[in-house]
């Protein structure tokens, strides 16, 4: 179903009240990778990113944040 244009604007003002974003920049090919191994894993690309940063701080950590 479409969205309206109200719609849309309600999603961007909660989005940016509530996510903070980050432009990502990897290597050629390496994108195609992520999402296969992401869509395996039954999430999307941004869960499956978000996942793997919180594992790598929380071994980095000890899992103090």
Do not use: W
Not at 7 to 21: I, P, S, T
Not at 26 to 50: C, D, L, W
Request: aromatic fraction near 6%; avoid cysteine.
């Amino acid at each position: 179903m479409p969205t309206t244009k109200a719609g849309q604007r309600a999603v961007n003002k909660y989005m940016k009240e509530n996510y903070d974003r980050i432009n990502l920049t990897m290597p050629k090919g390496r994108k195609e990778t992520v999402q296969i191994f992401a869509k395996n894993h039954g999430q999307s690309v941004n869960a499956y990113i978000n996942a793997a940063i919180t594992e790598k701080m929380e071994r980095d950590q000890g899992g103090n944040q």
